[in-house]
C-alpha cells in the first residue's frame, strides 16, 4: 500500500473547516472530489518518471538494456 500526501491552501483548510462545523456532507464530497482526488491524480501522474537506464548511476554501469521505472510501485 501506498502512502500519499497532499498539501492544501490555507483557503482550502478554511472551507473545510467550514464544512466540518456545518455537518456539510454535499460539500465534503464536492471537496474530496474537487481537491483531494485531483491532487491525488497529479500527484500519481508525477510519480512515473523514467530514466535511461543505459546511463551510468554514479559511477556503476547499469546493465538494463531499455528502460527502468524509477520511483513508485
Known sequence: ???WVI???EEE???LERI???GDS???LAFLEKVI???I????KRSG???DASKPAGDIPRPISVHKRLGGG
Open 26 to 28: 454535499p460539500a465534503a
Open 1 to 3: 500500500m501506498k502512502n
Open 37 to 39: 482526488r485531483k491532487r
Open 7 to 9: 498539501s492544501i491552501t
Open 49 to 51: 518518471c523514467y530514466q
Open 13 to 15: 483548510r478554511m472551507e
Open 20 to 22: 466540518v462545523i456545518d
Open 41 to 44: 491524480y497529479d500527484s500519481m
